[in-house]
């Protein structure tokens, strides 16, 4: 990951990075940049001994969790949650400095590295994230580390327009480094020209809003669209009351 940050770096000038952890008390944490410090850290030894800096003090400070203080909770909406409010928050500040000229605006990207199982109880959270990025024009790749593929973050990529990749676990360091090089370095206007692998079939799963888990089919609210995986003459989610006819 630390040199994906640094090519990223080196291919312009102007390129930016940001790093969030997604802990598992459903929390997450901004590795790098230091929210502290103002100055933009171009040095390529700076931002490995950064990163690696930032990691080891989110794991201490989490290391309450393994002692069976706090239960383990997903925070994969959470994570990117406070990715796409630090890219809006990048955005208005580039469009206010090239406000009257004509410097162009840079593109943002998210890049998800997953290692955790598919959690039902995230579905509609983090659907919510990605509907967002999507109006954002914001790209949401993905690398997925699992065993078995998660139709939820492949929904993500689908909506956003990026790109999912699995990565197996035989792939070692300098096999990864390739991947990440091929798929996630190129800008997106560079995408267009590139052959990528055939996305794997669509799996269209959403999770009922009652008991949090993945349903092929439900009941939905004509008021507010909550889906559900047992019939209600009454809406939880809205009130809404359904009238059988």
């Known amino acids: 990951v630390q040199t994906f940050l640094h090519s990223v770096l080196m291919l312009h000038r102007d390129n930016d990075v940001a790093v969030y952890a997604a802990c598992p008390d459903g929390t997450c944490r901004l590795l790098y940049p230091d929210h502290r410090s103002q100055t933009k850290i171009i040095e ?25 203080k706090y239960k383990y909770r997903n925070s994969l909406a959470a994570s990117l949650s406070c990715a796409l409010c630090y890219c809006n928050r990048l955005s208005e500040k580039y ?7 004509k410097a ?16 039902a109880s995230q579905y509609v959270t983090t659907m919510n994230a990605a509907f967002a990025a999507q109006k954002m024009n914001i790209p949401i790749d993905i690398c997925d580390f699992t065993a078995s593929g998660l139709s939820l973050l492949q929904q993500v990529s689908h909506l956003t327009n990026g790109l999912l990749i699995r990565a ?3 792939n070692s360091a300098p096999v990864l480094t390739q991947l990440f090089w091929n ?8 995408r267009k020209l590139l052959k990528f692998p055939e996305r794997p079939p669509m799996i269209m799963q959403a999770a009922c809003f009652c008991h949090k888990k993945m349903i092929d089919r439900g009941f939905v609210c004509s008021v507010c669209l909550s889906v559900f995986c047992e019939p209600s003459l009454k809406c939880k989610t809205c009130g809404n009351r359904v009238r059988v006819t």
Do not use: C, M, W
């Open 44 to 68: 390529l030894g700076q931002i490995h001994y950064k990163v690696s800096k930032r990691l080891k003090l989110g794991i201490r400070a989490t290391s309450d969790i393994v002692d069976g």
């Open 104 to 119: 162009l605006v840079p593109r943002q990207r998210i890049l998800l590295l997953n290692v955790s199982e598919e959690d």
């Open 95 to 101: 469009q206010k400095a090239a406000y009257g000229t």
């Open 183 to 190: 798929y996630f370095l190129p800008d997106l206007n560079t």
């Open 168 to 170: 197996t676990d035989e």
